[in-house]
């Protein structure tokens, strides 16, 4: 089980790392549990307004799906399949959401936006 303390420290992480390449104000990031409901949500003052929808629902993606967004992106663009084939509109293949993993199992998602969809994943994967 991911607590709160635990969530908002990965969070503080990315803003962290962010901030060492000056991007901290461009960036939305968002931990949610293993089911993907939200825990912790920032959005900083230069990041769009649909950087914070993307940032959830990257985090959502990987709690949920139980791998990095970017990997169902990849799978879904090998198989032809679109997004809406898992019948939810919070499903993304953008890259930016991993999932939080302790003792092998999924207890989390951390989602990362604002950013190229790489850079969002590097920032996102170094928070964990």
Not at 28 to 53: I, P, Q, S, Y
Not at 71 to 95: C, F, N
Not at 104 to 121: H, I
Request: net charge negative; aromatic share 6%; hydrophobic share 45%.
């Amino acid at each position: 089980m991911l607590t709160i303390t635990e969530a908002e420290l990965i969070m503080q992480r990315v803003l962290r790392c962010a901030a060492e390449d000056n991007l901290e104000n461009d960036i939305a990031v968002a931990v949610a549990d293993a089911h993907g409901e939200l825990m912790c949500f920032t959005r900083k003052d230069n990041a769009a307004f649909h950087a914070g929808v993307l940032a959830r629902n990257k985090a959502y993606t990987a709690a949920r799906d139980r791998q990095a967004s970017s990997s169902l992106g990849a799978w879904a663009q090998k198989t032809g399949k679109d997004m809406g084939y898992w019948t939810d509109e919070r499903i993304t293949g953008i890259a930016g959401g991993v999932p939080i993993v302790v003792n092998g199992k999924v207890v989390g998602g951390v989602g990362v936006s604002g950013l190229d969809e790489w850079e969002d994943e590097r920032l996102a994967l170094a928070g964990l």
